[in-house]
Structures are given as C-alpha cells and as structure tokens.
C-alpha cells in the first residue's frame, strides 16, 4: 500500500495565519490526492481533489498544490472555523490510504 | 441536497454479524460508487471498501483488514449502500462512515459499532 506521510502532526496558528500542511507519497501518485477537514464528532469534509481543485462551496482561503509525490495544502488567512483535523488522502490505487493527519490549533 | 445517512450500528459480541445501511437522497444514486470508511475512536481515517456503480460492473473492493469479512452491496431502487460485517473483531469497533463517488464526497454523519464481550 501506498503510505502518506503527513506533516506536521499538530499546528498552533493565530487567526490571520497562513498556514501550510504538507503529504509525501512513497510513490508517485500523479495529481490523484485529496485534502479533508474533520472538526471533532463530525465527519471529514472535502476541501481538495485532483491535488489542487477547489471543491464547490469550499472558501478561497483554502488551496492544493503538488503532483507526484509532494503535496501540499494552504490555508491563507486562518478563520475560527478553520481551527480542525486535516486529512490528505490518495486515491491513485487500492486501498486509498490517509496521511496521519494535522491537528490545527488555536495559539 | 445531496445526503447520506448511516444506520444499524451498536453494541455486538465479537464473533457476531451486524449490517449497516447507508440511505442516499438528492442524487442519482445508482449512478455513483459508493464507498465505506471507518475510524476507530481517537485514530485516523481508514478506507473499509466500495462498490463500483451498475454502468463498471458493480463490483467490490475491500481493505485487507476486512476481506473475507465484509461484504458491501447496494440496491440501486432503494438508493442504499450496504455493509454486511461478519465474524466481527473487537478492532473493528469504530465510527463508520459512508461516502459517495471517486472523490469520497460528501459524506453521512457516521455510524457507531461497537464490538465487545
């Protein structure tokens, strides 16, 4: 299987902060990446797919880059609602594997 | 609007069965695969399995954690996704959750299984 590794695991940011999450594949996975938010008890929302698109109803501060095997996602102006679990996840081949995650926190 | 919800979670003994069915509406569902994620309690995210739509076969693929176990199917009419757990293992206890599509989008809001003696 295709291991994400995702970094940092946790994050401390001030609203207003840029922030970024990056995801390294163990193999390339073309643009095949998608990015998820996941705020406690609920479930994950997509944020990202094709590594750099922009899911519908998903804020502009938010945005994807990367092909290959290095991705990475930015936030680019921290709102309070933004504060969550962030997830990447490959869906180049079976089985679709996650990064760790990147818990975000309020400094 | 596009939603899913799961239902049929609880508390079973290990070595049990349990089905969960996750109910669409908003969508034309028999057109999407339709996919099967879990997260155990305080973990991350992982992929349990999913089924093609009618139009690739409708045919299956399932995490090895889970093969020969689970079994996903789906009734195109009723717009359910099912997932048949059998000889169920304490590590399967989770949240499980359903999710539409090759971009797992969106998803229902989870479904507890709880497996203990």
């Known amino acids: 299987a295709i291991q994400m590794t995702q970094s940092p695991s946790s994050l401390s940011a001030s609203v207003g902060d840029r922030v970024t999450i990056t995801c390294r594949a163990s193999?390339?996975?073309?643009?095949?990446l998608g990015w998820y938010q996941q705020k406690p008890g609920k479930a994950p929302k997509l944020l990202i797919y094709?590594?750099?698109s922009l899911q519908s109803g998903v804020p502009s501060r938010f945005s994807g880059s990367g092909s290959g095997t290095d991705f990475t996602l930015t936030i680019s102006s921290l709102q309070p609602e933004d504060f969550a679990t962030y997830y990447c996840?490959?869906?180049?081949?079976?089985?679709?594997?996650f990064g760790q995650g990147t818990r975000l926190e309020i400094k | 609007e596009v939603q899913l919800v799961e239902s049929g979670g609880g508390l079973v003994q290990p070595g049990r069965s349990l089905r969960l069915s996750c109910t669409a509406s908003?969508?034309?569902?028999?057109?999407?695969?339709m996919s099967w994620f879990r997260q155990a309690p305080g973990k991350g995210l992982e992929w349990v399995g999913f089924?093609?739509?009618?139009?690739?076969?409708?045919?299956?693929e399932y995490a090895a954690s889970v093969k020969g176990r689970f079994t996903i199917s789906r009734d195109d009419s009723k717009s359910i996704a099912y997932l048949q757990m059998n000889s169920l293992k304490t590590e399967d206890t989770a949240v499980y959750y359903c999710?539409?599509?090759?971009?797992?989008?969106?998803w229902g809001q989870g479904t507890l299984v709880t497996v203990s003696s």
């Open positions: 996840l490959q869906d180049y081949n079976y089985p679709p594997t």
């Open positions: 094709a590594a750099s």
């Open positions: 908003g969508f034309t569902f028999g057109d999407y695969a």
């Open positions: 089924i093609r739509s009618k139009a690739y076969g409708g045919t299956t």
């Open positions: 999710t539409r599509g090759n971009w797992f989008d969106p």
């Open positions: 193999q390339g996975i073309r643009n095949d």
